[in-house]
């Protein structure tokens, strides 16, 4: 028997026909046979009755042949789903090859009964056998006994007459003809004797491009896999087809597998092999068979072996694109195309629901194709027999959907580097029916890492959670649930209105019926047609806060599934240990009694490491590394985003953990989950002002990082970052006091999940987080409120890492420095209370005070908050922040100065100057911080200003409680006045600003003081002569007198302006005192009156703003003051003039003046109200002017 394959004759049995493109391409996913078999030409007249040596050998030499007829595939289409659960969602069909050619033959075999279970897995439909016989009618009673009641009463009776259920031909005829085919089939195949390779050059052709399904990509931790027997309805089958293979035929895409031989040779690599009975016409199912078989391995041609009751007669070969046309059996491909579409999309819009479990059902001879949903006939099976088991009343299905449900989707979730919001979405929809279907009593591990996988959808572990980014929705991306919505209108009206007759031609056949059944599918298809919408599962899309809600539920889901692990697992891995720990014994006493003694020429291996490898792995060894931490997917959220490949780093640790069983490893991922979904969700609390809730979900997050602490050593602590938001929200909340009310509702407010999870945290921590974590709810007390905030970013600083302690060192320092203030006006408050309860319970002795003062105390703790707040600033070099605490520090002082302590009775003004040196320096150190003005222009500003609001008020002090004796007061007043013109010396009055005005109004005050203090040296010379007063004081004198004018009047402080007049006016007076020459004392009495009657638009002023109040006493006491003076000055002048010389006859004039000051007095009285007394002032100058004036013009 040589191998003549060039002398195979074409067959000549081909009609003409036009050429019909189909489409179809297969690529293989997984064969175990790599290369087609050896074929070898059988001579004429062999015997194929007459079995092989190697008839049914299942070696690798087989080809996989002793399969390929006798062994049934079962439910294969969960085998192919858990082997390829990448396909499942991405392919339209998962089925045995059988099954697809079943369906596609349906309009050329009416005859033939229909039986399939149909599952709905995302966008892909798995389709099933479903041997009645086989599954049901020869079960026990006891099993699926609801489903057998069902087919018994409604589908295999049809009156007195009884239909053949049976699916296939189980005659002794067609199991001859089985035998007779698998003899020859191994006839056909060459043995290589020796070398196994093959002694032709196989050229490549798509059947050898085999994909073998690779391990899932670890993205993540590491999940419990569904279990062998409850991956599949039928456990006990363990069929691996020949070619798993990705089948896509026109538009539809199939994951199918198949067992059919290729067989190959030197000048045709790719051939199958059939065996037909000469004797007999080759049949249209057939051919179909033969043509659907070629096309879903790739096969370009078949080789036809005939024979006459066994005996080999002729070889014919056919293309794979002529079988369509063989003579008595002919068919046309675009009829299978259609009914291709047409089924698919019959079973698409009728079977919806995912995780339910449809029967595909047609009869013998039956003209309709029926679909029953047999998930809802058991629910309404069950509530008729409610006595009856559960487990007779169980769908067989349920459970391998579940799993395969779980297992595709957690394929996506490892399988793609980015998640959109299509496929988050689509992993949800099959998760949450993987949840719906399987008892978490009975699956807890499985239904346990659904809820952690949906969490994490939810709560990517990746995510900042100070800025968390979410993937949006992009209309480009494609979803495993959308089909081709362009396509479907395209040909929807061409595959609901059938073909013509003529593409019937050889169906009379089949029965004459055949095509019934499926225009049946058509008619129905139309009235689904506007109903059919595709149940698309909604993208996920959601807020940060709906995010977090939805993860916390199913974290809070997934830990009470926990409850329902046994202890099977802990005691199996404990007996394992044992053993090992028995084994590891008995090798130390084989050791110990059997030395491993040196052997005679032989050489002692010396164990080496090569140094190229220790320089290229400087990492610990994985003994080390393997209490690294699960809580690196948050390891620096807080601060910043990991990157994808230290996440898978992450994961790969995570994974390193051994911790017993998957009850614990479970519940660490999932509180692990919960630790950074509650961080985050604190972030989102801590945008929205909510700092109640925020420190509600800090302190879970603490918890929750605490258990992990508790299993797993040398944890990363996030403890810096969620204590430190802690203290930012304890701070916040003293700075909104007005809404602590509500702070405290949202701190106690608890939902479900929360509540779940905590008390799963405080089994677990059993009282030890008291040890560690600081309260976080919130009290109604502002100071407390504020000291827990400094305490939260003490313990922050604690577990901080270097780069993280200056920022909270910062955020410490500046709580410091806000508290340090509260307790400085409190303690000022305090102070002040104290004082007028004080003088109001002077007489009564009674009021010893038994303790130390409040104000004492909140002195004590604002000097040490604003010291330690100067610490935490220095640690980091914050200038500006340090100059801020160094200002507050000064003005600490200035209030300390004027502080009475309890023992003693007055501050002595020598305590207060070294206060106010103390401040001073602060002010200094603070402008040392700055440098310059534009450092920081505004905390320049603030500073200069508190200089000179603290020198001006020392000098104040001074100047008004001096004390000094005769022996210091020179250096009393050196040191005043030094201090008076350094304090104007500080008022800025050239930088534009809020407190511009106010450094002028000082600056008036200050030269009003300056020139109070000359006047005061000027009076201190006693009763001496004019010429003997020192002209410089006096002329500084009247210097800041007028400067003071000046100022005060251009800012119309009417009051100070008064004053200063007053002051003025008695500053002439004390000069015409002193002098002797009468001339001299009439030029200062002149200058007074001068002065006296400028004051005219200082009652102006008030006239028009209406600023003198009713009680103002002080203001009508100077309007008094000012009356008298001026009367005093007419007086005077009028004397003079009238015992000198008087040439222009001014006697007069005064003295008519003089009398009409007087006339007016009549009028007002002296203690008639200051509004009134301004008005006469004013009307009374208003007339002197006037009369002035009229002497002036007759002059």
């Not at 297969?26 to 046979?33: C, G, N, R, W, Y």
């Amino acid at each position: 028997m040589e191998d003549s394959n060039e002398e195979i004759e074409p067959c000549r049995s081909i009609g003409p026909h036009e050429l019909d493109v189909v489409k179809s391409q297969a690529v293989i996913k997984l064969s175990p046979v790599q290369l087609p078999a050896h074929f070898k030409r059988l001579e004429c007249n062999t015997n194929l009755n007459l079995p092989p040596l190697n008839w049914l050998t299942t070696s690798h030499s087989s080809h996989g042949l002793h399969q390929a007829l006798y062994q049934s595939a079962g439910f294969a289409s969960f085998r192919l789903g858990q082997m390829f659960p990448d396909c499942v969602g991405e392919v339209d069909v998962v089925s045995d090859a059988e099954n697809i050619k079943q369906l596609l033959k349906l309009p050329y075999s009416a005859q033939s009964a229909i039986s399939m279970v149909v599952h709905k897995v995302g966008n892909t439909l798995l389709l099933d056998e479903f041997d009645i016989q086989k599954y049901l009618l020869r079960k026990a009673d006891d099993d699926w006994k609801w489903l057998r009641t069902f087919i018994l009463e409604h589908i295999l009776t049809y009156g007195d007459k009884r239909p053949n259920y049976c699916l296939k031909e189980r005659s002794r005829e067609a199991l001859q003809t089985k035998n007779l085919l698998s003899k020859f089939l191994y006839h056909s195949l060459k043995q290589n004797a020796g070398d196994p390779e093959v002694p032709y050059e196989m050229t490549p052709t798509p059947t050898q491009l085999t994909s073998r399904r690779q391990g899932l990509p670890i993205t993540g931790p590491v999940l419990p896999e569904p279990k062998i027997e409850e991956n599949v309805p039928d456990p006990k089958s363990s069929h691996a087809f020949n070619r798993n293979v990705v089948w896509t035929f026109e538009d539809i895409r199939m994951l199918i597998g198949t067992d059919m031989p290729i067989f190959g040779g030197p000048n045709r690599p790719c051939i199958s092999l059939r065996l037909r009975d000469a004797a007999q016409p080759i049949n249209v199912l057939t051919g179909i068979d033969y043509w659907l078989d070629n096309l879903m391995c790739n096969v370009p041609e078949v080789v036809m072996c005939y024979h006459l009751d066994g005996i080999v007669q002729k070889y014919e070969i056919i293309k794979t694109e002529d079988l369509p046309y063989l003579e008595n059996s002919q068919f046309s491909p675009q009829v299978v195309r259609n009914v291709a579409q047409n089924i698919l999309a019959f079973l698409k819009a009728n079977a919806t629901k995912a995780g339910h479990t449809y029967w595909l059902f047609k009869g013998r001879n039956d003209d309709v194709v029926k679909l029953y949903d047999l998930t809802t006939l058991c629910q309404s099976q069950s509530e008729k027999n409610e006595s009856s088991p559960p487990q007779q009343q169980v769908n067989p299905f349920t459970v391998p959907v579940g799993m395969l449900l779980y297992s595709v989707a957690r394929n996506m979730k490892n399988s793609l580097p980015k998640i959109s919001p299509k496929a988050a979405g689509n992993i949800r929809a099959l998760l949450d029916n993987c949840i719906k279907l399987l008892p978490k009593e009975q699956y807890p591990q499985i239904v346990s890492s659904s809820h952690y996988i949906l969490s994490d959808l939810h709560v990517p572990a990746g995510i900042d959670p100070k800025a968390p980014k979410f993937e949006e929705l992009d209309s480009d991306e494609q979803s495993l649930y959308d089909d081709d919505e362009e396509d479907d209108e395209d040909y929807d009206d061409e595959l609901l209105d059938y073909p013509s007759d003529k593409n019937y031609q050889s169906t009379e056949q089949g029965g004459g019926r055949a095509n019934v059944a499926v225009r049946h599918i058509c008619d129905a298809l139309r009235d689904f047609k506007s109903n059919a919408k595709k149940s698309q599962p909604a993208p996920l899309l959601a807020n940060t806060s709906e995010r977090c809600s939805i993860s916390l539920e199913h974290i809070s889901a997934g830990l009470s599934c926990l409850q329902y692990f046994n202890g099977s697992q802990e005691e199996k891995l404990k007996e394992t240990e044992t053993h090992a720990k028995q084994e590891e014994k008995r090798r130390i006493l084989h050791e110990e009694q059997n030395p491993n003694m040196a052997k005679p020429f032989s050489a002692i291996p010396l164990p080496y490491e090569q140094l190229k490898q220790t320089q290229q792995q400087p990492q610990p060894s994985p003994v080390n590394t393997k209490k690294s931490k699960a809580k690196g997917n948050k390891s620096k959220e807080l601060a910043k985003s990991p990157s994808a490949g230290s996440n898978q780093h992450l994961s790969a640790k995570f994974n390193t953990q051994h911790f017993g069983s998957w009850n614990v490893h479970l519940k660490l991922l999932l509180l692990e989950k919960a630790c950074l979904t509650f961080a985050t969700l604190a972030e989102h609390f801590y945008e929205t002002h909510s700092y109640g809730s925020t420190l509600r979900s800090i302190e879970l997050a603490c918890r929750c990082q605490q258990v992990l602490n508790k299993y797993m050593a040398n944890v990363v602590s996030q403890q810096s970052c969620l204590l430190g938001r802690a203290g930012d929200c304890f701070f916040q909340m003293s700075k909104h006091w007005e809404a602590i009310d509500e702070y405290v509702l949202q701190y106690e407010e608890v939902d479900g999940p929360m509540r779940t999870i905590n008390d799963e945290l405080t089994m677990e921590l059993d009282g030890e987080e008291e040890e560690v974590l600081p309260t976080l709810a919130p009290l109604k007390n502002v100071e407390q409120v504020m000291l827990l905030s400094c305490k939260c970013y003490e313990q922050a600083l604690e577990h901080a890492k270097k780069a993280e302690s200056n920022e909270l060192l910062r955020r410490l320092g500046n709580v410091r420095n806000e508290l340090g203030l509260k307790y400085m006006y409190w303690a000022q408050e305090e102070y002040s209370d104290m004082m007028k309860k004080k003088e109001e319970t002077k007489a009564s002795e009674d009021s010893s005070p038994t303790s130390e003062p409040l104000y004492v105390k909140l002195t004590v703790n604002s000097y040490d908050c604003l010291r330690r707040g100067i610490e935490a600033f220095t640690a980091v070099q914050d200038n500006v922040n340090l100059a801020f605490l160094y200002c507050n520090m000064g003005r600490f002082m200035r209030l300390r100065a004027h502080l009475t302590m309890p023992n003693e009775s007055a501050i002595a003004l020598d305590t207060q100057k070294v206060f106010y040196n103390e401040a001073f320096n602060y002010y200094e150190k603070a402008k040392d911080c700055l440098d310059t003005r534009k450092a920081n222009a505004e905390l320049w500003d603030l500073v200069h200003w508190e200089l000179s609001t603290a020198t001006f008020t020392l000098a104040k002090q001074l100047q008004d409680y001096s004390a000094a004796d005769k022996s210091t007061l020179v250096e009393a007043s050196k040191e005043v006045l030094e201090l008076l013109q350094k304090s104007l010396k500080l008022c800025d009055v050239e930088h534009a600003g809020a407190r511009q005005v106010l450094y002028s109004f000082r600056s008036g005050l200050i030269h009003k003081r300056i020139a109070s203090f000359h006047y005061a040296q000027l009076r201190s010379y006693g009763n001496c002569e004019f010429s003997q007063l020192p002209k410089s004081t006096l002329q500084l004198c009247k210097f800041h007198y007028e400067k003071a004018t000046q100022i005060l009047e251009a800012l119309k402080e009417v009051g100070d302006l008064l004053v200063v007049q007053l002051e003025r006016i008695s500053l002439h007076e004390f000069l015409a005192e002193l002098s002797t020459h009468p001339a001299q004392k009439i030029k200062q009495m002149q200058a007074a009156l001068d002065i006296c009657l400028q004051c005219q638009v200082i009652f102006k002023h008030v006239i028009d703003t209406n600023q003198v109040a009713q009680n103002d006493d002080e203001f009508a006491g100077h309007l008094t003051l000012f009356e008298s003076r001026l009367q005093n000055a007419l007086k005077t002048l009028t004397k003079l003039l009238l015992t000198g010389k008087d040439p222009k006859q001014l006697s007069k004039l005064y003295k008519r003046m003089y009398m009409e000051t007087l006339t007016g007095k009549q009028g007002t009285g002296a203690q008639k109200a200051a509004a009134a007394g301004v008005e006469h002032l004013h009307t009374l100058l208003a007339r002197l002017r006037t009369m002035c004036d009229t002497q002036l013009a007759s002059d």
